[in-house]
Structure formats: C-alpha cells, structure tokens
C-alpha cells in the first residue's frame, strides 16, 4: 500500500512536472494565435471602417447648392444656386444623380430611406466607427431638399434639369450651363411613386434624428404623412423623369413601402391597417432597388410581426 501511493504520487509529481515544462510552449503559441487574430481582426475592423468613411464621404462629392464651411471634399464648389427661380421657389440643395447635373427626386428619396435605415438598424457600429454624425449630416442634406420640394400639400417638385439635354454636355457642375428646368406632381398631374417614396424617406429620416434634433424629426414626420396622403389620394403613375428613371413596376410598392415607414416611425394602427388591407399588391420578387421597393417592405414588415 505504501509503496502504491509512493509510485502514485511520483506519477501524479511527473506528470505535473511534464505539465508545467510543456505549458509556456501551449501558452506561447496560444498567445500567438490570439496576437494574430486580434491583430487581424483590428485590420479587418480598420478596412470596413475605412469603406463606410468613405462611403459617406462620396454624397458630399454629389452635394449640390451652397457647401457649408466643413466640407470635407474640397475640390468642389457652389452649384445651382438659382434653382427653383422660374417657379419662385427655393430648390437649391440637393445631390446630383451619378455622373451627371440633374437632381431627380425620387433617386433621391430612395437613397435616403436606405441611408436613413442604416443610420436605425446599424446606430452602435457607425457611431463606434466615428461616421454617425457624418451620416446624419448626409440626411440631412437630402431632407432639407425634399421639404423644400414640397411646396404644399398637393405639390411636389421631382426633378430639377433636363437629362437629355443636360446628358448630351458632361461638365462640372460649378461650369454647367444646361437647362434647370423643373418638373413637378400635383393632384392634377399625380406620380404616387415619387410621393410615396418620399414619404418613406421623411418617414425613415424622422427616426433618426428623432433623439437629436426632435422638432426636425417632427416637421420631417409631418411633411412624410402629408406626402402619403397625397400619394393615395390621387394615385397615377410617374412618368416624368423618363428615359431616365421610368416605373416599371408600378407605384403600389412605393405606396406600401410610404405606409410601412410611417407604421414604423408612429405606430400608428391606420398604416397598419393599409398594410393588411393592400396585402394583395405585395409577392416574389427578385430585386430591391429605386423601382421595385417590396423586398424593403417584406424586411420591415417580417421583423415587426415575427
């Protein structure tokens, strides 16, 4: 028995021993690995953060109208200032669409609902990259815009300039001298595409700036609501920004992505109620983009009633 426990504790002695002669080699390599993988996930982290500044950074290049003095993209100038002139309204702002000088609204409406639910969905990670005020201001900059498009409850100006003309002359848009001419929807001359979609953008933007600038948030919800309305009331197809931007897909997408923005910013049972009752206008579809809007509207309304 005593020998037993004598060889028992020199094993158990040997093997603590070996433990200890082979744990710095294990926990050398295991600090490496750690190292490395922190090390690669801090390039990883730096690269995407990289990406999101600079994709930010590419709508104050697109900025049309009077730059604010924190402009970080110093190559450009003051554009358009005139905008708006011939109707005797103020239309000056804005983002010009891709490589061209014509402000399209309903571009322009789309890509602030998806910046705007970014700004919602992804708040903790941009503010951790340091780009949420950044993104804010790239909002902003195409809200004011909107309401200022909206000169009233009726009246909602789409487009400023002429593609056709203003496509056949590429220049800078300090130096342009097409055409500024300006189109717009009204009750007789409806484009519940646009409306809608602007209703969605003032919708997601009211989200926002909701806990930041609250009395901003309220006017955006107010004009999304007015928009709506509107949108519905005198349904028509949008035509004008043809050859260019033309709806292909009808403006019942536009009309449940308009409601389900507005569901979501006020809660409000009566979009929900729209929602379930033009269930029917929603399915399969293969795409998500500025024409075809029921894939966002799916998203959304998924995460609300699953």
Sequence with gaps: MGRRLVWGLLIAFLCCAISLFLAPNDLHRSLVAATNHAQQDHHVNRAYNDALAKSILFFEGQRSGKLPADQRVTWRGDSALADGQPDNVNLVGGYYDAGDNVKFGWTISYTTSLLSWAAIEYRQQITSAGEIEHLRQAIRWATDFLLRSHTSSTTFYTQV????????????????????????????????????????????????????????????????????????????????????????????DELLWGATWLYEATGDKKYHG??????????????????????GVQTLLAKVTL
């Design 161 to 252: 300039g002429d593609g056709n003309k203003d496509h056949s002359c590429w220049e800078r848009p300090e130096d342009m001298d097409t055409p500024r001419t300006l189109y717009k929807i009204t009750s007789q001359n409806p484009g519940s595409e646009a409306a809608g979609d602007a209703a969605a953008a003032l919708a997601a933007a009211s989200m926002v700036f909701e806990h930041v600038d609250a009395a901003y948030s309220s006017k955006l919800l107010q004009h999304a609501k007015q928009l709506f309305e509107f949108a519905d009331k005198y349904r028509g197809s949008y035509g004008a920004s043809c050859p260019f931007y033309c709806s292909y897909s009808g403006y019942q």
């Design 274 to 295: 729209y929602l379930t009752s033009n269930q029917g206008w929603s399915g399969s579809v293969s795409e998500f983009s500025w024409d075809n809007k029921l894939a």
